[in-house]
């Protein structure tokens, strides 16, 4: 594979495992091989934080825990969006591109507008066509994410194709979602079929990077389970054991068949206790280093600052062969 990795996240409530396990362990490993962009998506933040000081906050610990996870910014671009101009000014050129039709089937928007759906922001319906000129602004051909966002991927391909059939034939490559590893939709704690999620009112539904040992232990100890002795891989039947198999897996980089016959005969308060005891080895470095790097903000800024130039740097004239290409007159 030759090509460019784009990917986002945004600064909302800091970092959980479904984060880390999905996305950005898999951002740390590509920086190996290729060139990596990575964006704190603060204008996709503010379709639902609206609080000045949180906004802010969030962004530094969501740069922090990018940093602690491995993330290099001597090797990659990190970056926040709102920097980068091209990000909001690409975004208008493929409204004008998109039909409301695609949007109005990307379930997110459903899921997240609720029932009460005129009285969501306009952002958020527009929101998978700014997460296309994310992409777009650097011709971006692969984007690591979790399965939740693989619809919004196809969108942004469609697009894509549709800029390049109304105005320059394969102008825009087809960018291509990159979900890998074992743990690419990570559940709640309490509901094995509901999605581990920064916005789930309860803590004990998911564990944060800043979770200490303790809060990891009782909430991996509190976690929803079943009364059948024995772990096995059955996410129809058993969606809280294969919930957690999953995660202990993708802890521990072992295929999640190797480790069902592990525990295929163990009780689930010692599969738990084991579960906890890897987590807590696993995150706990990061945890350290993430708190470190939180007292130091300057340096998180200096490195946004220096990202964000070197992201313009290659946005800003793809957005002007945009603009060129649909005619506007440029001075
Ligand atoms: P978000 O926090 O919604 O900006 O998501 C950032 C990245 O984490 C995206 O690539 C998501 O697909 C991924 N992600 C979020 N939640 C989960 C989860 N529960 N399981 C796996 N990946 C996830
Ligand atoms: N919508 C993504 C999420 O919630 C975040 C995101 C915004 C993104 N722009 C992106 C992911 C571009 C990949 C590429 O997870």
Redesign the pocket.
């Known amino acids: 594979m030759t090509g460019r990795i784009f ?4 600064p ?1 409530h800091g ?5 880390y ?4 362990r898999n951002w740390v490993k590509l920086q190996q091989d290729y060139e990596c962009i990575y964006c704190l ?1 603060d204008l ?1 933040a503010l379709t639902t934080v609206h609080d000045k000081d949180a906004m802010t906050r969030n962004t530094r610990e969501v740069a922090a825990a990018l940093l602690a996870c491995g993330v290099d910014p001597k090797r990659s671009i990190l970056f926040a969006q709102s920097n980068v101009a091209a990000h909001a000014q690409l975004a208008w050129v493929l409204n004008c591109v998109a039909p409301i039709g695609w949007l109005n089937r990307m379930t997110q928007f459903k899921e997240k507008a609720g029932k009460n759906r005129e009285k969501a922001p306009v952002g958020l319906f527009v929101y998978p066509v700014l997460m296309a000129a994310d992409i777009l602004a650097y011709k971006a051909t692969h984007v ?6 693989k619809q919004h991927l196809e969108l942004a391909r469609d697009i894509a194709g549709s800029f390049n059939n109304r105005f320059a034939e394969g102008f825009f490559p087809l960018p291509e979602p990159l979900i890998l590893g074992e ?5 709640s704690l309490r509901d094995g079929r509901a ?4 916005s789930d009112p309860s803590d004990m539904s998911r564990i944060n990077l800043t979770d200490d040992a303790e809060s990891i232990v009782a909430k991996i100890k509190k976690a929803k389970s079943d009364a059948i002795v024995g772990i096995t891989y059955d996410p129809e039947n058993r969606p809280e054991a294969s919930n957690l198999l999953t995660i202990y897996a993708a802890l521990a980089e072992r295929s999640r068949a190797d480790v069902a016959r592990q525990f295929a005969d163990t009780p689930f308060s010692t599969f738990k206790a084991e579960l906890a005891d890897l987590m807590v080895d696993k995150l706990a470095p990061i945890t350290a280093e993430m708190r470190r790097l939180m007292d130091d903000p300057g340096h998180i800024d200096a490195v946004l600052r220096e990202g964000a130039a070197r992201a313009d740097a290659i946005a800003a004239p793809v957005l002007e062969e945009v603009y060129a290409e649909v005619g506007f007159l440029r001075p």
């Not at 970092?15 to 984060?19: R, S």
């Not at 396990?21 to 950005?24: D, E, M, Q, R, V």
């Not at 999605?195 to 920064?198: A, L, N, R, V, W």
């Open positions: 990917s986002g996240i945004q909302t970092i959980q495992l479904g984060n396990l999905g996305a950005i998506v996709h690591p994410v979790g399965e939740d966002q743990a690419t939709r990570v559940m999605k581990m999620s920064k």
